[in-house]
């Protein structure tokens, strides 16, 4: 298995309420990825890093902010969580060469109510 | 952009009996295929990726994949169904990396369903 931990797997939240997901990983990769899960729309990217301190946004990153300080950490964080942002939280990584494949963490449950 | 379709919201088997998941894909250049499986609770697991070459994939737990150009399909197939598959299944595209720089993208699953 990768080496991906994420961290909380389960919380719940007040509406409003900052939240900061961490994924760590133990495999030196260069790429790191946020990605959420909802019921009908599958896996879908929030915002990916390719370097430390350099990140970008995916598909539906508005609500979202990521950081990346060191090769090992990707922070997702919530500045005032919505319960439009219950989910499954997913964090990913890959070494970003050809032929490579997207490794995946666990998983951190959020529920906002 | 790139997009993924898997047609099946849900699919039902009898133990035994063969299967195939169906994925297409849209991609403006040569695509990087996978697919993943998702037990309930669990994180994604690769069964098999496609990159080049050999257009027959194998992969993990007796899965093989098909990439077929002309039909835009990557089509998940297995001879004999095991309780255990019941799963969540998900087909995924990525770019020319493979999958760094911009992620995958994923379709929204066919979820198995496996009758004794």
């Known amino acids: 298995d990768a080496g991906i931990t994420q961290s909380p797997r389960h919380k719940v939240t007040e509406t409003g309420t900052p939240v900061t997901l961490r994924c760590h990983q133990t495999e030196n990769h260069r790429y790191m990825y946020w990605y959420r899960q909802d019921p009908g729309h599958g896996l879908r990217l929030i915002h990916y890093?390719?370097?430390?301190?350099?990140?970008d946004k995916g598909e539906v990153s508005d609500g979202y902010s990521v950081s990346r300080s060191k090769t090992e950490d990707f922070l997702l964080t919530l500045e005032s969580a919505t319960s439009s942002q219950t989910s499954v939280y997913f964090c990913?990584?890959?070494?970003?060469?050809?032929?490579?494949?997207?490794?995946f963490g666990e998983g951190s449950w959020l529920t906002v109510v | 952009a790139q997009s993924v379709t898997q047609p099946d919201i849900h699919i039902t088997v009898s133990e035994g009996a063969s299967l195939e998941l169906r994925c297409n894909y849209s991609?403006?250049?040569?695509?990087?295929l996978f697919w993943y499986v998702q037990s309930p609770g669990q994180g994604l697991q690769l069964l098999l990726k496609y990159f080049s070459g050999d257009t027959l994939v194998q992969g993990i737990k007796g899965f093989e994949a098909e990439f077929k150009r002309s039909q835009s399909s990557f089509n998940l197939r297995k001879p004999s169904v095991h309780w255990s598959d019941a799963a969540e299944y998900f087909c995924?595209?990525?770019?020319?990396?493979?999958?760094?720089?911009?992620?995958?993208?994923f379709g929204k699953g066919t979820h198995l369903i496996i009758q004794p």
């Open positions: 890093s390719y370097g430390v301190k350099d990140t």
């Open positions: 990913a990584i890959s070494a970003g060469v050809a032929g490579n494949t997207i490794y």
């Open positions: 991609y403006g250049a040569t695509p990087y």
């Open positions: 995924a595209v990525g770019g020319y990396s493979g999958g760094g720089a911009d992620g995958l993208t």
